[in-house]
Structures are given as C-alpha cells and as structure tokens.
C-alpha cells in the first residue's frame, strides 16, 4: 500500500480506468486488514489508485468525531438517526484524514467529482454543512482510505486478489454492513461462496 496520497489527486477516467468499481476481497487474500471488505475506487490511473473500504464501521460515532472537531452538532441532539451514524475506519493509509463520500449536489473547499451523481470532499466544512443539516443528501464519513502505488493493484487484480464489480450508490450509502459484500456479488449474479472460482474483472 501506498503511504500517502497523492497533493494533486484529480484525475480523467480512461477507458481502462477502474475508477467507480467496487474492489471485492477474494477469500483468500493474504491481509488481515481486507478480510471481507468491499472498498469503492475512487481514483486509478497510471499514478496508482484510492479507494475507500464502505463496509468497515468503526468504533466512532459521527456526533463524538464533530465533539472532537469542535463542529457544534446542538441542533441536531434529538436526531437519533443522525446521533447513531458511525463513522467507517477507510483504510489503512492517512488514517487520521477524513473522506466523505457524498452525493453530488453542492460542492465545498476540497470536493473532487467522480460521476455526475457522486463526489468525495476531503476538507472540514463538509462536515460543519452536516451537522447543520444543510449537507449532501446522502454521505458516507470515514477515517483513512486504501492506496495503491502505480501497478500494484494491477497485479493484485490479475493475481485475484480482488474482483472488480461496477459500483453502485445504493450499496455505498446502505448501512446494512454486514450484507455489503453479498450485494456487491449479487451484482454479477454470484454468491460469496462462489467467487473463489472468479478472477479479475467483472
């Protein structure tokens, strides 16, 4: 894994490119930390590749990370579902840096589109929008995210490492997590049980 992300990450999706897929850990990849993980690919050129595991909940709650930033959330105290949303651990490369995932209606400080329909926001006032209720309608908040140096996922892939499925919003905003993978399976047909018998891209 790469250790830090690219100062310049804005990119053009090219024809190869796997940026908006969804990255499925095969069962037998060789890293604890990725054990059953569905990560959403944000970004793969010929630099390296991000991405963002959507289905890995942390300890931390949204309401305690606004505590810890100082963003005052008060008006928002008798919303459960707000209160109760829980922040996703990433990825383990920048894993103090916050990533929200978001749809595409407005844009802050440091939001980098992906498709007309999803963008992601690495800076705080995305957060201070969220907690006044005037943010994204549908966002996704974690800590840390997943890099690739240039071809490492590549080899991964074609090694089967991972299998690739086409991404889907739904999917990335469910908060049914312990159901993710099967989704993003069930997108080609498949179940989990199968996919040993899958290699490389959908």
Known sequence: MTEKISENPLFEISPSSL???FL????????PWFNNTVTYLWRHNAEGALGIVVNKPSKLRLAELLDDLGIDHSDRKNDTAFQQ???MTGGPVEKNKGFILHSS????????PITPELSITMSKDIL???ANGEGPRRYLVALGCAGWDAGQLDEEITSNAW???PASTEIIFSDDYENKA??????LGVGLQQLTSFAGHS
């Open 163 to 165: 299998l690739t499925v």
């Open 182 to 187: 099967q989704a993003c399976a069930s997108i």
């Open 128 to 130: 201070a929008a969220i």
């Open 105 to 112: 209606e407005n844009e802050w400080e440091y939001t980098i």
């Open 85 to 87: 949303q829980i922040v």
């Open 19 to 21: 940026s908006n897929q």
């Open 24 to 31: 499925i850990a095969m069962p037998h990849l060789d890293d």
